[in-house]
């Protein structure tokens, strides 16, 4: 079984920067493509990131945080990253990782197959 944990949220002020983790246990994190997430209060769940399995050469984000986040791995550490620079209010939301078995890379949610716990991330004006 797939376990996947994330760190790294937080608050933080308009302008700054955070860096999200997710480490996998329980599978072979290199076999994966990596999503991230997330859902604000009152919205439906939205499609942020996503990185190709094995050395992640393909990467695919949202318009709405394209030049401003950045979403790597590193398979050595069973772990995705999700550096977010120059955050907005509109950034504040739950951040989900996810993980799915295949040498595709995807970018709607109900094609992963593991999904975090999720971890808040607050962005304040």
């Known amino acids: 079984q797939v376990q996947l944990v994330e760190t790294g949220g937080g608050l933080v002020q308009a302008g700054g920067s955070l860096r999200l983790s997710c480490t996998a246990s329980g599978g072979t994190f290199g076999t994966y493509g990596m999503g991230w997430f997330r859902r604000a209060p009152g919205k439906e769940r939205e499609f942020v990131a996503a990185i190709s399995w094995s050395e992640g050469r393909t990467t695919y984000y949202a318009d709405s945080v394209k030049g401003r986040f950045t979403i790597s791995r590193d398979n050595a550490k069973n772990t995705v990253y999700l550096q977010m620079n120059s955050l907005k209010p509109e950034d504040t939301a739950v951040y989900y990782c996810?993980?799915?078995?295949?040498?595709?890379?995807?970018?709607?949610?109900?094609?992963?197959?593991?999904w975090g716990q999720g971890t808040q991330v607050t962005v304040s004006s």
């Open positions: 996810a993980g799915v078995d295949s040498v595709l890379t995807f970018t709607t949610a109900r094609l992963y197959d593991y």
